[in-house]
């Protein structure tokens, strides 16, 4: 439904590659964002909100930290294999030129683009307690994912103030990470540093904040 009518108006990447082809990647990175948010809204807005099983759950004897991660940790295993279900569908109506080291990295920057928007659910979901705000929040946040990190147009066919500003976007440093690798065979670590720091940053903030709102 995307790549099939876009490949008639952006035929190709600016590197010169077949847009159905170039966009696969960015594909996948839109339904692992998908596959994740529905356990993460479920646990920490929905249960918690109507002081469901979230509130229990909290009196066992772990950590607010560990909480969170567990939920994201399963959250993160159901979106893998909706994306991986989504590569099968997508090889068998596309050909796509890929090796085993591209998968894995893909696999590997999949993974941690997840935690890092997951946290960024987490973090909302934690911090809103609205229904129509967190529909609102979470409208905007998909509408930002899917047209501003890169996965379905390319930031060189923003105007240029536009493409300084979505460049340096944190939530596309995954997806980037990936891409610099796919087109120069060369891993940028300094960017992946910088993505684990962000994504231990919003864990630790999670696990304050949750501690925070069921003690209220």
Same mark, same amino acid.
């Given at each position: 439904m995307i790549s099939i009518p876009l490949k008639n108006i952006i035929r190709f990447s600016i590197s010169g590659v077949a847009y159905d082809i170039w966009v696969f990647p960015g594909l996948i990175f839109i339904v692992g964002s998908l596959g994740l948010y529905s356990i993460i809204y479920r646990e920490f807005f929905d249960l918690r909100v109507h002081k469901k099983v979230l509130v229990n759950i909290a009196l066992a004897p772990f950590s607010k930290s560990q909480l969170v991660f567990g939920n994201l940790f399963v959250s993160i295993l159901e979106a893998l294999v909706m994306s991986l279900f989504s590569i099968i569908i997508y090889a068998s109506i596309v050909t796509i030129p890929f090796n085993f080291i591209n998968f894995i990295f893909l696999l590997f920057c999949l993974v941690v683009y997840l935690l890092l928007i997951g946290n960024i659910y987490i973090f909302l979901s934690i911090s809103?307690?609205? +229904? =129509? &705000?967190m529909i609102l929040t979470? #409208?905007?946040? @998909?509408i930002f994912i899917i047209f501003g990190n890169g996965f379905l147009i390319e930031f060189s066919f #923003? $105007?240029? @103030? #536009?493409?300084? +500003?979505? =460049?340096?976007? $944190?939530?596309?440093f995954p997806f980037q990470t990936y891409?610099? @690798?796919?087109? &120069?065979g060369f891993v940028d670590w300094l960017s992946l540093f910088i993505q684990v720091l962000l994504i231990y940053i919003l864990f630790l903030l999670n696990g304050l904040l949750l501690k925070r709102k069921l003690r209220q």
């Open positions: 809103i307690d609205a +229904i =129509t &705000t979470s #409208f905007l946040l @998909f #923003f $105007p240029s @103030f #536009f493409e300084s +500003i979505l =460049t340096y976007n $944190p939530i596309s891409q610099s @690798f796919s087109s &120069t």
